[in-house]
């Protein structure tokens, strides 16, 4: 009896799932961005230990000399929450377009960056945060025909996480599930694929502790331990929104990695210096970071 549940619940978070994509494709985006922003904005006044914890990231990094042209902790926290349902927003709207689509609204800036990485033949370790619509990002660089591999974690409502690999399939793009991934990503680059790495991230005791914004934060290790130990290239990507349905990715150069023999002392250099371009990014797009990520300790209690 339980498992006849279990799957009537499946089919109907499906049908709800599938409902709600209906509805997006066919209403007015506008509509949905609104709705998403003022649910996000409504999440940012109810749900205080987070919202104090977007406003205490903020003013720590202001107050370390960071986010130059901030004057208003409060507003750009909020801003950032709004920002976050934007972006979901988009993400579902996206979901429901044609490649065609997500092409002509994404710009790529850097490209020839990248056709100079994978004429090498050993694929692309891609640096990248939460900043922009992120997942835009891969669907755009996959539209754009550049293979893409990247480590997924399974979501927790199965039928969310049937929706979001599902498109990601359809756009090309061959996921690695983040457990038992070494293979696979050995694999990938072995295909000449780019394989992305979220690291801005609190990653514990698992982590590499370097400064961002001015404090130590932990951060997983994954991108710079693939890079060093396979040989394989790798640079920073990340996207932002240049106006209302117009967006760009930005390609960097190859990173040229600090290897100098000590390991474990590479292993932070270069952790750290894939940070701080994550860190000079946020800056100039402040508004498009997730500051309500608890990437550093804190006293406020959840």
């Known amino acids: 009896?339980?498992?006849?549940?279990?799957?009537?619940?499946?089919?109907?978070?499906?049908?709800?799932?599938?409902?709600?994509?209906?509805?997006?494709?066919?209403?007015?985006?506008?509509?949905?961005?609104?709705?998403?922003?003022?649910?996000?904005?409504?999440?940012?006044?109810?749900?205080?230990?987070?919202?104090?914890?977007?406003?205490?990231?903020?003013?720590?990094?202001?107050?370390?000399?960071f986010l130059t042209n901030v004057d208003d902790d409060y507003l750009l926290a909020k801003k950032a929450w709004e920002n976050l349902g934007i972006v979901g927003s988009e993400f579902l709207y996206y979901s429901t377009r044609t490649g065609a689509q997500i092409k002509r609204l994404v710009t790529i800036e850097g490209e020839e960056n990248l056709k100079k990485i994978l004429a090498k033949k050993k694929g692309a370790v891609m640096v990248t945060g939460h900043l922009g619509n992120w997942e835009l990002l891969g669907m755009a660089l996959s539209v754009y025909g550049y293979p893409l591999s990247p480590v997924v974690k399974t979501q927790a409502n199965s039928s969310f996480d049937e929706l979001i690999n599902e498109k990601r399939h359809a756009i090309g793009m061959k996921t690695i599930p983040n457990k038992g991934f070494l293979r696979p990503i050995i694999d990938a680059f072995k295909r000449n694929e780019i394989v992305p790495f979220l690291i801005d991230q609190d990653a514990g005791g698992h982590g590499v502790k370097v400064e961002c914004f001015g404090r130590k934060a932990s951060i997983p290790p994954g991108a710079a331990e693939f890079a060093l130990r396979t040989g394989t290239p790798a640079f920073f990507g990340?996207?932002?929104?240049?106006?209302?349905?117009?967006?760009?990715?930005?390609?960097?150069?190859?990173?040229?990695?600090?290897?100098?023999?000590?390991?474990?002392?590479?292993?932070?250099?270069?952790?750290?210096?894939?940070?701080?371009?994550?860190q000079d990014a946020v800056q100039k797009h402040p508004r498009e970071w997730l500051w309500m990520h608890s990437l550093w300790p804190t006293k406020i209690k959840f």
């Open 238 to 278: 990340y996207i932002y929104r240049k106006g209302i349905n117009q967006y760009v990715g930005v390609i960097s150069e190859e990173i040229q990695l600090k290897n100098s023999g000590d390991y474990k002392q590479d292993l932070h250099d270069n952790i750290a210096l894939f940070m701080s371009l994550i």
């Open 1 to 65: 009896m339980s498992n006849s549940k279990s799957r009537f619940g499946t089919r109907l978070e499906k049908i709800f799932f599938r409902g709600i994509l209906f509805l997006i494709k066919v209403l007015p985006f506008s509509w949905s961005r609104w709705f998403w922003k003022t649910i996000c904005s409504l999440a940012f006044r109810l749900l205080k230990p987070r919202r104090l914890l977007t406003i205490e990231n903020i003013r720590n990094a202001r107050e370390r000399g």
